[in-house]
């Protein structure tokens, strides 16, 4: 009765949105109130429905009930408890219920504290959000149905990927998976003001939250996934510029965009129909995600299932939304106010820049990841684009966005002074120099670029403090007095500072990564030693273990750094009966913010062992970053006070400091 | 509680949601508007100037702005007045009521199954009964095995099962667990040296021999290990030493051991290729044989070959009798197949080369 209840629950809520993405625009038209408040009550059915159908989904793995196919196909019954439920979404059937039930959350979120909205506005949100719900449970219903049974049921079921038998999948997808459907109320918010045919600084106000609320998940979720492939998949690597890696990347890269030309819009009423485009760009980008991820037209860790019917589908629903509201735009976007003007050396412009930069770049991504994909198509050639390609497009367009990072900030509304913000920024520049001089006489001979990128970063992370310490008048007025203005200001500053200080603290952590990476490669046996970077690591041994569905080979190393013993890392490999499959678990010894890495591979008939020891200092900094990032965004978020922008009169005597 | 009463359930709930604001007599215009949003800026500016975060003239600056667009929606709102509409709120009510059941049950009725129970795992019996598919039997053996894998019992129980189910590698496994933990006998090796050979498709693998010598090692008339010594030779073209190897078997085998025709058959299918001197049984079991029967044996024996030489192919006798083989068989097209794959195979080495196309010059194919 489980499983027939959770599809029930699943049908039900597709009819609820059905209701939701017609009856509200009906009344939107006629100025009715009680059909526009039907959008809340079938808004919130909807997430009880679809959170149910999902929890019965889990509950039906829990209890190993193989005759769900998709329990059969994906668990096991000796699989660990966390595992029977992480793996509720380790597959594709389950992913999309995952996908729907996130979409039907943040409906749901919508309805029940978006009291401040016009009554209308609400109205077209929650109906436009239905639209996309209704597309996606109809995908699901029809081609990736979780709740299909098996009339006689096997005894045991077929497991899950044994790479995806990691803690990680407990994180990395649901993060994502907010970040990504968390896009969709921005995009429902603006495909309602096109409906509406009006937008202002209020839109913006209210879209802030969601945006917010998304790009901290997707920016968690992506680091999240980044770590996890660099400790799982055993080759010590963070970023591959996979496809999929790059689905995930660009909404995140239009998604910050976004952010940051809502802030314009809040603050200054301008950049409006920009802003609206963007909204509308990035979630289509997830979509994009979503359909090169889900469709099977590309192959991975990610592409559980391919089925072609699914990839037309999909590619369908993509069509019709990205299609759709690009077509609305184009019909109402001139029917929409332009708003506040200002001079090119302004915050506003100091923020088209760095939206023109992350476009570009996102734009670069979107060629290297989908060009293969139509070359492919059109001519049946298949090639990669690999690193190389993105190294040199993606990091010329990074570099000067990072120099016009600190710049932003300190410069004026409306009209600002670029040489003043120059002047106020010489700190930072000689901290970078400084940082430069340093690092180039220390590894003198080595990397030249390594050097000048740091001192980047190190020119990041000292403006957004100089951002800090000129708002509160460090240094030019009495600590006392700065303490009091450091309390008084918003925490919308604080999290901007941190947010810009984690790109500058993640771009340290990539260049020493990949420039100061040592390796150890080679066959080892018991009691010989290996040196890498200053440490001794002696393979104690080698032995067997019985896990609950998997046999483990586990070698020890004893690690010592001049003599003095440090610790025993215990590196192994996996191997899992019912698939028939192998996983390697790296072992990490993490000092300070380096580590040191471990990854077994083949045993050799002899006795030995190849393995594979990486030394990667200051790693950690890359993932850091991203968290300081998302603890930024956090402070922002945690900020409910409203955001003006108060302009730089035109003749004004010298104002006290940069405007917030 | 009955299925059918939850869907029932649900499905009031469902129309609940939906009626529940149409029926609501004071439905009065609740929401935000834009012009408070700007109302809270003009506050907010008060405040940071206060707090000392932005200038006199600047707060003056943005107070007019906001001022400006406070205007300009509270123009806007008076615009849009409240009408309600009865008529169409009846519509609404009556899709709610109807059409929501209706679409609902039409959607779940031909991809659900209403009828199918659940099965969780703890209420399903473990214990065997005579009507469950030996599938299920051997995923529970397994399952026991994946939590107790030093049992070299179940092992022993469980490997001929999957090697007769088709699962060879599978199969090797076991028999190696079985050997890990249940103790080492001939029976064992040559029964892991089988399933490898069955797991590469007949060829008897070097690993696989290794398996059937140690075998012999243990007990030197151990018949499996023996008849596979034989078939390994014969594979590697050594026929003369298979057919020693098997005329010593029958030759010490007692007369109703069940595995003397096999061996007997081997025998004569040497015999059919090189023509030694053939025992009489073997000619007898020859000529016994039909001609489709005697022609699936050949077809085999020359695909074994076929495969052996792909995997390795420095054997320019084995080159040659397969070519000739193929045009014994009619199969010109795959005699000229063979003959490009044997130049290729031996391309690297001279004196190979040269001994190949002398032989092929003798077989009359086009050199």
């Known amino acids: 009765m489980i499983a027939e209840t959770g599809h029930y629950a699943l049908v039900l809520a597709l009819a609820l949105a059905l209701i939701q993405s017609t009856v509200p625009l009906v009344g939107a038209r006629r100025g009715d109130v009680a059909l526009m408040n039907v959008a809340r009550s079938t808004a919130l059915?909807?997430?009880?429905?679809?959170?149910?159908?999902?929890?019965?989904?889990?509950?039906?793995?829990?209890?190993?009930?193989?005759?769900?196919?998709?329990?059969?196909?994906?668990?096991?019954?000796?699989?660990?408890?966390?595992?029977?439920?992480?793996?509720?979404?380790?597959?594709?059937?389950?992913?999309?219920?995952?996908?729907?039930?996130?979409?039907?959350?943040f409906g749901g979120l919508v309805a029940a504290f978006g009291n401040n909205l016009p009554l209308s506005l609400r109205a077209h949100v929650l109906a436009v959000q239905a639209w996309v719900a209704s597309a996606f449970y109809l995908f699901i219903l029809f081609t990736s149905n979780p709740f299909l049974r098996i009339a006689n049921p096997p005894i045991e079921g077929r497991d899950l990927n044994p790479?995806?038998?990691?803690?990680?999948?407990?994180?990395?997808?649901?993060?994502?998976?907010?970040?990504?459907?968390?896009?969709?109320?921005?995009?429902?918010?603006?495909?309602?003001?096109?409906?509406?045919?009006?937008?202002?600084?209020?839109?913006?106000?209210?879209?802030?939250?969601?945006?917010?609320?998304?790009?901290?998940?997707?920016?968690?979720?992506?680091?999240?996934g980044s770590y996890w492939a660099y400790y799982e998949l055993g080759w010590g690597g963070w970023w591959f510029w996979d496809p999929v890696e790059n689905a995930s990347l660009m909404p995140w890269l239009a998604g910050t965009a976004l952010l940051h030309s809502a802030v314009v819009m809040e603050k200054r009423n301008a950049l409006k129909v920009w802003t609206v485009l963007l909204s509308i760009l990035t979630f289509s980008l997830s979509l994009l995600g979503t359909f090169l991820v889900r469709s099977g037209v590309l192959?991975?860790?990610?592409?559980?299932?391919?089925?072609?019917?699914?990839?037309?589908?999909?590619?369908?629903?993509?069509?019709?939304?990205?299609?759709?509201?690009?077509?609305?735009?184009?019909?109402?976007?001139?029917?929409?106010?332009?708003?506040?003007?200002?001079?090119?050396?302004?915050?506003?412009?100091?923020?088209?820049?760095?939206?023109?930069?992350?476009?570009a770049a996102c734009a670069t991504v979107f060629i290297g990841t989908l060009y293969p994909l139509a070359l492919e198509v059109l001519t049946g050639d298949k090639i990669s684009v690999g690193a190389p390609f993105f190294n040199l497009t993606f990091a010329p367009l990074f570099v000067p966005l990072m120099l016009a990072v600190p710049f932003g900030p300190l410069l004026a509304w409306k009209r600002g002074d670029l040489y003043g913000a120059a002047q106020r920024l010489t700190a930072a520049g000689i901290a970078a120099l400084v940082a430069i001089a340093v690092l180039w006489a220390w590894t003198r001979g080595g990397a030249t670029l390594a050097p000048l990128a740091i001192g980047l970063a190190v020119f990041v992370?000292?403006?957004?403090?100089?951002?800090?310490?000129?708002?509160?008048?460090?240094?030019?007025?009495?600590l006392a007095v700065s303490f009091r203005r450091a309390?008084?200001?918003?925490?919308?500053?604080?999290?901007?500072?941190?947010?810009?200080?984690?790109?500058?603290?993640?771009?340290?952590?990539?260049?020493?990564?990949?420039?100061?990476?040592?390796?150890?490669?080679?066959?080892?046996?018991?009691?010989?030693?290996?040196?890498?970077?200053?440490?001794?690591?002696?393979?104690?041994?080698?032995?067997?273990?019985?896990?609950?569905?998997?046999?483990?080979?586990?070698?020890?190393?004893?690690?010592?750094?001049?003599?003095?013993?440090?610790?025993?890392?215990?590196?192994?490999?996996?191997?899992?009966?019912?698939?028939?499959?192998?996983?390697?678990?790296?072992?990490?010894?993490?000092?300070?913010?380096?580590?040191?890495?471990?990854?077994?591979?083949?045993?050799?008939?002899?006795?030995?062992?190849?393995?594979?020891?990486?030394?990667?200092?200051?790693?950690?900094?890359?993932?850091?970053?991203?968290?300081?990032?998302?603890?930024?965004?956090?402070?922002?978020?945690?900020?409910?006070?409203?955001?003006?922008?108060?302009?730089?009169?035109?003749k004004a005597a010298r104002a006290l400091q940069a405007a917030e | 509680m009955n299925l059918w009463f939850v869907f029932a359930l649900m499905t009031v709930a469902a129309v609940f949601a939906v009626l529940w604001p149409l029926g609501r007599r004071s439905a009065l215009q609740s929401g935000g508007s834009e012009a408070s949003v700007y109302r809270d800026q003009l506050a907010e500016i008060d405040r940071d100037l206060a707090g000392g975060l932005i200038g006199a003239t600047e707060a003056e600056a943005a107070r007019v702005e906001i001022g400006r667009r406070l205007l300009a929606a509270a123009d806007q709102q008076r615009d849009m007045p409240a009408q309600p509409s009865p008529g169409l709120r009846r519509v609404a009510s009556i899709v709610a009521l109807v059409g929501l059941p209706l679409a609902a049950v039409a959607i779940y009725l031909p991809l659900g199954s209403p009828g199918l129970a659940d099965f969780p795992l703890a209420a399903r019996s473990r214990t065997a009964?005579?009507?469950?598919?030996?599938?299920?039997?051997?995923?529970?053996?397994?399952?026991?095995?994946?939590?107790?894998?030093?049992?070299?019992?179940?092992?022993?129980?469980?490997?001929?099962?999957?090697?007769?189910?088709?699962?060879?590698?599978?199969?090797?496994?076991?028999?190696?667990?079985?050997?890990?933990?249940?103790?080492?006998?001939?029976?064992?090796?040559?029964?892991?040296?089988?399933?490898?050979?069955?797991?590469?498709?007949?060829?008897?693998?070097?690993?696989?021999?290794?398996?059937?010598?140690r075998a012999a090692a243990m007990n030197a008339d151990d018949a499996k290990a023996n008849y596979f010594l034989g078939l390994a030779a014969e594979q590697d073209g050594r026929t003369d030493d298979a057919a020693s190897i098997w005329k010593t078997m029958l030759a010490k085998a007692p007369a109703d051991a069940p595995w003397r025709p096999l061996v007997q058959d081997a025998l004569s299918r040497v015999g059919v290729t090189v023509a030694p001197a053939l025992s009489n049984e073997t000619m007898a079991a020859a000529k016994d044989m039909n001609e489709t029967d005697r022609n699936a044996m050949i077809r085999g024996m020359v695909d074994r070959l076929a495969t052996r030489l792909k995997q390795n192919g420095d054997d320019v006798e084995g080159w040659l009798r397969l070519v000739r083989a193929y045009m014994v068989m009619g199969e010109r097209d795959k005699a000229l197949g063979a003959q490009s794959d044997a130049r290729q195979a031996v391309a690297n080495n001279a004196e190979r080369l040269k001994q190949l196309n002398e032989g092929l010059k003798n077989l009359g194919l086009d050199g």
């Open chain 1, 45 to 105: 059915a909807q997430l009880l429905f679809t959170g149910a159908s999902f929890a019965l989904l889990v509950a039906l793995h829990v209890i190993s009930d193989f005759s769900v196919v998709n329990v059969f196909e994906n668990s096991h019954s000796l699989k660990p408890l966390i595992y029977k439920i992480t793996g509720v979404w380790g597959n594709h059937e389950g992913s999309m219920l995952l996908w729907v039930s996130i979409l039907a959350l």
């Open chain 1, 163 to 224: 790479v995806l038998q990691d803690i990680g999948l407990a994180v990395h997808p649901p993060m994502l998976y907010l970040g990504y459907v968390g896009f969709s109320i921005s995009f429902s918010f603006a495909v309602a003001a096109l409906l509406e045919g009006r937008i202002d600084a209020a839109w913006a106000r209210w879209v802030r939250p969601w945006t917010l609320v998304a790009w901290i998940f997707l920016t968690l979720g992506i680091a999240m």
């Open chain 1, 299 to 359: 192959t991975s860790v990610h592409a559980f299932a391919t089925d072609p019917a699914r990839g037309v589908f999909i590619l369908l629903i993509l069509c019709i939304f990205i299609g759709g509201s690009l077509s609305l735009y184009a019909w109402r976007a001139s029917s929409l106010k332009q708003g506040g003007l200002f001079a090119p050396i302004s915050r506003e412009g100091a923020l088209v820049l760095n939206n023109l930069f992350l476009t």
């Open chain 1, 461 to 478: 992370i000292a403006g957004a403090l100089t951002d800090l310490a000129e708002r509160t008048g460090l240094f030019r007025l009495p």
């Open chain 1, 487 to 650: 309390q008084g200001l918003p925490r919308s500053a604080w999290g901007s500072a941190f947010a810009h200080a984690g790109v500058g603290v993640a771009l340290i952590g990539v260049v020493c990564e990949t420039t100061w990476n040592s390796e150890y490669i080679a066959t080892m046996k018991p009691d010989q030693v290996a040196k890498v970077a200053g440490y001794e690591l002696k393979l104690d041994g080698i032995s067997q273990r019985q896990g609950p569905n998997f046999r483990e080979m586990i070698a020890q190393f004893s690690v010592s750094r001049d003599g003095r013993p440090l610790q025993v890392m215990t590196p192994s490999k996996r191997s899992f009966t019912t698939r028939g499959m192998s996983t390697t678990e790296a072992a990490l010894l993490t000092r300070g913010v380096s580590q040191l890495y471990i990854s077994l591979g083949e045993a050799s008939a002899d006795g030995g062992i190849a393995v594979r020891i990486y030394h990667k200092p200051l790693v950690l900094l890359i993932w850091f970053g991203p968290v300081l990032m998302a603890f930024g965004g956090l402070l922002s978020l945690s900020d409910r006070r409203l955001r003006v922008g108060a302009p730089k009169p035109a």
């Open chain 2, 129 to 213: 009964d005579a009507t469950q598919p030996l599938d299920n039997l051997v995923a529970q053996v397994e399952a026991h095995l994946e939590k107790n894998p030093t049992d070299g019992r179940g092992w022993t129980v469980l490997a001929p099962v999957l090697a007769r189910l088709g699962r060879y590698d599978d199969a090797v496994r076991a028999w190696r667990n079985a050997i890990t933990y249940g103790g080492d006998s001939s029976e064992r090796r040559a029964d892991l040296g089988e399933a490898l050979t069955a797991a590469a498709g007949g060829v008897v693998t070097t690993e696989a021999k290794a398996e059937f010598e």
